[in-house]
């Protein structure tokens, strides 16, 4: 009876034992594992413990892991190749485009207009405008189609630093200023600090209002009224009167989303997107909001 217990006791010790230098071993493996995900270190998960059932779950493990990085490799080779392709199209397209245009406007600029008045073909010079027209509308949907592009294929690291928001803000307001008043259209600047700093990117901060003001008016016939707001976060608010009461606004930041009469005024479905994009890359949160018949693009920044 003594020796059956003694030979259980001993048994039982063995068993603890593997369990406790098991338990050990995948604690080790699993930490080895996330060092490799964290840091994308080239190492694979090797083990101490010369335990065949473990070694083979090790190397399913190692399998999986090589085949991540091999097609994260193809995945970032494929998408430099997709960049390049599309920069050469951009290019091959914008060659032509800019060139025909710039024989439109010496058309019109210089004998054009001339001739074709005092021959009173004032259908052909109306022709030309048309055409004039249908050529910046292709130049715009090729450039909004590119900006789009580059940024959906470019996860290069962006650098930050102190940026005046209110400054740059100001220079976008700058940009679009004759071409509101031209409209007889104003941008009203409302309750703003003089100076707000934050952790940015100056260049992106400005694309992101460019496109704002600039989706604001090609696609309303109103002012602009522009709300910045320091409480728990930076809160930047632009506002204008809805044009179109059935304007889904829970998806105008989708890709390609228009809305059936604003394809008339050359809505290419990506200006939003873009600013969405854009705000996510500086860790930034925009959405809109429609009330009492305005539209409010909000920007949301962590202060």
Known sequence: ??????????????????????????????????????????????????????????????????????????????????????????????????????????????????????QGKNYELKD???????????????NSFFEFTKDEFVNASITVEDVNVIRVLEES?????????????????????????????????????????GNAYKHSEYDLHITVKQEEKIRLIFTNKLMYANLDVDHIFDEFYTYDISRQKGNTGLGLAIVKQLVQRLDGVVYAKAEDNNLSIVVEFAD
Do not use: C, W
Request: proline letters at 1%.
């Open 128 to 142: 030309l405008k048309i055409v004039k027209e249908r050529l910046e509308r292709l130049e715009e949907l090729i």
């Open 173 to 213: 307001i700058a940009h679009y200023f004759d071409d509101f008043n031209n409209k007889n259209r104003r941008i009203i600047f409302n309750d703003y600090p003089i100076r707000l700093v934050l952790k940015s990117n100056r260049e992106i901060l400005l694309r992101i209002f460019d496109n704002i003001i």
């Open 1 to 118: 009876m003594e020796i059956a217990v003694l030979f259980l006791s001993i048994v039982v010790i063995i068993l603890l034992g593997y369990i406790f230098f098991m338990k050990r071993e995948l604690g080790r493996v699993e930490k080895s594992i996330r060092h490799i995900k964290d840091s994308d270190s080239n190492r694979l998960v090797h083990s101490e413990i010369a335990i065949k059932e473990l070694d083979r779950l090790i190397g399913e493990i190692n399998n999986v892991i090589s085949e991540a990085k091999e097609a994260k490799v193809d995945y970032k080779n494929k998408s430099e190749q997709l960049k390049k392709m599309i920069t050469n199209i951009s290019h091959d397209l914008r060659t032509p485009l800019t060139s025909a245009l710039g024989y439109i406007d010496i058309m019109l600029t210089s004998y054009g207009i001339t001739d074709l008045q005092r």
